[in-house]
């Protein structure tokens, strides 16, 4: 599949959020929104969104629970979803796991003839998991996930941060953020010069400067 006939990013991470908050619902229906966004790694204001949209599709029934409670309960219709959305997702991340996996390794050898051995990944995600796979298999050190929007703490037993100050302490950091890649790329250049930040190519990013920005030296 190429890159061109591949549905956009954010469309892939709606889609799957929808199939893990299914997926949860389906095997602890009294679970909370706060649960769901812990689960799910996402932040509550989006967890409510996705979980509105579901109950508009007739995909999630609510119901009153005790202690002003709510109990979440899939529908048929949310059984026949889930399948749907897990068959996709399998056939969409077999061929994006081989592609991000060689891209990734490419990357990660580049960093380490660069002297850059202890990386940090930016973003939490599907690429995030892959790259420290890639990373490991580069005998790359990942010390952190900077993702200053989720609420877990590690991923893939890499500690998960929330301040940026931590960064300071990585060789290099390599773009992993799928929502909004571009944005996660300026930000990180104009901290941390273009010199320390990498993304995987798949990501086609810009190395344009920001107007108005200076980028970090």
Same mark, same amino acid.
């Given at each position: +599949? ?18 893990? +908050? ?31 949209? /579901? ?72 690429? /995030? ?48 953020? +799928? ?8 930000? +990180? ?29």
């Amino acid at each position: +599949m190429s890159l061109q006939t591949r549905p956009s990013a954010e469309q892939d991470q709606e889609a799957d959020s929808t199939r893990l +908050m299914l997926d949860v619902i389906e095997t602890g229906g009294h679970v909370t929104q706060r649960g769901l966004a812990g689960e799910l790694g996402i932040a509550l204001g989006l967890t409510n969104i996705y979980l509105k949209r /579901c109950i508009n599709k007739g995909l999630v029934k609510v119901r009153k629970a005790p202690a002003r409670r709510y109990a979440y309960y899939l529908t048929a219709k949310g059984f026949g979803e889930k399948a749907r959305l897990t068959a996709k997702y399998l056939a969409r991340s077999l061929s994006f796991f081989r592609l991000a996996r060689e891209d990734c390794s490419d990357l990660f050898r580049a960093c380490k003839a660069m002297g850059h051995n202890r990386i940090a990944l930016i973003g939490i995600g599907d690429l /995030c998991e892959i790259a420290t796979l890639a990373a490991f298999d580069s005998d790359i050190e990942v010390m952190a996930i900077f993702d200053a929007k989720t609420n877990r703490q590690q991923l893939a037993g890499v500690r998960v941060v929330r301040d940026p100050a931590e960064l300071a302490k990585a060789d290099a950091v390599v773009i992993t953020d +799928m929502k909004d890649p571009q944005a996660a790329y300026d930000q +990180m250049t104009a901290a941390l010069g273009h010199d320390r930040v990498f993304f995987p190519s798949l990501l086609r990013l810009s190395r344009r400067r920001p107007a108005g920005v200076v980028a970090a030296r």
